[in-house]
């Protein structure tokens, strides 16, 4: 008797082929440079391999604390009270988490029930609206001003409900390179204040903001911090993608309630990362140069792009660089992203995928966190437009 696999129905009928798989198979087989998806094309700090390798010898292999090593936390709340003002206790507010994404779906799995609404920024990253749907959350999706990516707060306001249990935001804002300023956190805060909305923070770009301009962590504003879940990434940071490490500081109520769901989600975090991790972290000037290391990366790309049509639209943190195509094409965003590959050798990421919707404003992102001889190579290319 043959085998039959039973039909399913899918929790996630909207989700297939990411639109970052498919321009990274395009880049391979066209031979294009890809500055479509957001990871880097060079490696970490030496030391830090140096630090793992030491670990794995010392014997660090077996499984470590639920919520992560104890030095590793503690750098973590030392570093987010030096730079940000706000004390977290490393033993029942920070928890190591398998990188930011794991972060996200735990913290919305851990408040979110069948039938609460849940606030989310569009354009936004693309786990955040099917984490709240295997969550039976409702997804209310409000637009960032079109054109400058700022939040609209009246949109805001009027999106909460009685229902609205959390809102997700991200700033340093990946896909559109906007940093929230300080009145924007104390705007949130003031609208925040009377409800018990809570706030999922995706931090993973703090450390790369531009122009002088600090982050405005929620850790910085009582009002926030005592309200949210802020998701940082080691990835993003020390330039290790690959190795999925991550955070969430939350008071402990929130912190408790998380733990709950990471234990038996991922339930530990790979030892001898963490401790690498944890040492390394006793020098901070890796992560305080990391701003004025990706300037340099985004000023070089920005004078090569504008010397083509493609309009630069601010940067003000993350790696990303959005670019205006009016002038080059009339394609859609994703029918340019496939032009560009095919035709030019260089690959982005249509802003449209970042919307349920794929709203197209004519607009595509590209990632500078590459090799300087990478981003020249992009920009000979480029010089066609």
Known sequence: MTGRTPQITTKLPAVGTTIFTVMSALAAEKNAVNLGQGFPDFGCDPKLLDA????MQ???NQYPPM???APLRQAIAAKINALYGHGYSAADEITITAGATQAIITAILAVVRPGDEVIVLEPCYDSYIPNIELAGGKVVRVPLRPGTFRPDFDRIAAAITPRTRA??????????????TAQEMEQLDDLLAPTDVLLISDEVYEHMVFGGARHESA????GLAARAFIVGSFG????????KVGYVAAPAALSAEFRKVHQFNVFTVNTPMQHALASYMAEPAPYLELSAFYERKRDLFAAGLSKTRLRLLPSEGTYFQCVDISEVSDLSEAEFCLWLTREIGVAAIPLSAFYAEGYDQRVVRFC?????ETLQTAIDRLARL
């Not at 793992?52 to 670990?55: F, K, N, Y």
């Not at 850790?219 to 009582?222: I, K, N, Q, S, T």
């Not at 993003?236 to 190795?243: D, I, S």
């Not at 500078?368 to 300087?372: E, Q, V």
Request: glycine fraction near 8%.
């Open 67 to 69: 919520p992560g090593i």
């Open 52 to 55: 793992v390798t030491a670990a």
């Open 219 to 222: 850790a910085r504003y009582p």
């Open 236 to 243: 993003k940071t020390y330039h290790v993608t690959g190795w």
């Open 58 to 60: 010392a014997g660090h």
């Open 167 to 180: 809102i997700i935001v991200n700033s340093p804002h990946n896909p559109s390179a906007t940093a929230w």
């Open 368 to 372: 500078f966190a590459k090799k300087d």
